[in-house]
Every structure is written in C-alpha cells, then in structure tokens.
C-alpha cells in the first residue's frame, strides 16, 4: 500500500471516530449544563450545518492553499473544537466550538477522497476509494465506542480534554514528520 494511502486512512479514522463522538457528549453536556433537548438539538445541528457548509468551498481552499495544509487545517480546527468544547462554562460559549469543530469535519471528506482517487490507478479507484469509507467506519465504531466508556467513568470535559490532547499530537505529527508525502 503507498504511504500516501495510509496516511489519508489513519487520517479518516480519527476524523470520523472524533466527529461520531462529539455527538455523543451531549447527554452529559445537557446534564451538566442544564440545557433543553431544544438546546441540545441546536449544538448537533451547529456541527452537522457548519460541517455541510464547509464541504462547498473544501475543493477550492485545495486548489488554492494546497490538499496537505487543508487537511492539517480541518484536524486543527475540529481539534480547537474539542479544547473549546472542554473550556466552555456553558450553552452560548459551547455553540462556537460545535462551530469550529463542524468546520473541520466539514473540509477533510472533500479533499481526502480527491487524494484517493487522485492516488489510485483507474483500475483500482473503486477498490481504494470502498476500503477508504470503510476504514472511517473503524473510527465512527470503535473510537466513538472507547470515548463513550471513557466518558462514563472521568466525565465529559476530561474526555474532551484528552480527545485534544490526542488531535494535538496528531496534528503536530502531521506538521513535522508526514508534510512530505501527502503533498500534490
């Protein structure tokens, strides 16, 4: 397998395993906060809206600034999501880091499946391009299966603290060590 490939496939682990389990923080935000299901709905639509939004322009922010730096940009986004999700004292501060994070969530599909299909031969794009999508399903299951437990037994905030703390060193991998090989 190219490094490229899996690099974009670890990559979509963690973007979708981390926006399947922001959603399920919002039980124990709601508890902690006091908050509606109004409310509660509105924080799952911020991040699902701001993520549709952003996958419209990803392909141009691409062109213009290059795959690589998008995809860096939406892990750092959706990681700022998580350190604002942990800092927010309340419902109005929270809304935004659903924002942030929905607009990081929202760049990575668009321009990682132009990488893999940019990456594959004609013959192998239908093959690379269905093991791509699976391999987000890893993430969607079995992070958002971990962060849940982990949520039960240290509380939401920590959880969200250590979620950071993971996206962070992940995105720093990504500035210094793995530039070189998904570049276009």
């Known amino acids: 397998m190219r490094r490229e490939f899996f690099q974009l496939y670890i990559l979509h682990?963690?973007?979708?395993?981390?926006?399947?389990?922001?959603?399920?923080?919002?039980?124990?935000?709601?508890?902690?906060?006091?908050?509606?299901?109004?409310e509660v709905g509105i924080l799952?639509?911020?991040l699902n809206v701001f993520e549709i939004?952003?996958?419209?322009p990803a392909g141009i922010l691409a062109a213009k600034f290059g795959s690589y730096r998008v995809l860096v940009g939406a892990l750092g986004a959706y990681m700022i999501g998580y350190l604002l999700t942990t800092a927010s004292p309340n419902?109005?501060?929270?809304?935004p880091a659903f924002i942030v994070a929905?607009?990081?969530?929202?760049l990575f599909h668009p321009v990682a499946f132009?990488?893999?299909a940019k990456f594959s031969s004609r013959e192998e794009r239908g093959r690379y391009l269905g093991n791509f999508t699976a391999v987000g399903d890893i993430g969607r299951v079995g992070i958002a299966a971990v962060i849940t437990f982990i949520i039960t037994y240290v509380g939401w905030r920590y959880t969200a603290l250590?979620?950071?703390?993971?996206?962070?060193?992940?995105?720093?991998?990504?500035?210094t060590h793995f530039r070189a090989s998904i570049q276009e």
């Open 162 to 175: 250590g979620s950071f703390l993971i996206l962070a060193a992940i995105f720093g991998l990504l500035v």
């Open 13 to 38: 682990i963690f973007n979708d395993g981390f926006k399947a389990s922001l959603l399920l923080f919002l039980p124990f935000i709601a508890m902690d906060f006091g908050i509606s299901l109004t």
């Open 114 to 116: 132009a990488l893999v």
């Open 53 to 56: 939004i952003c996958a419209i």
């Open 91 to 95: 419902f109005y501060t929270i809304v």
């Open 102 to 106: 929905g607009i990081g969530f929202g």
């Open 44 to 46: 799952g639509g911020a």
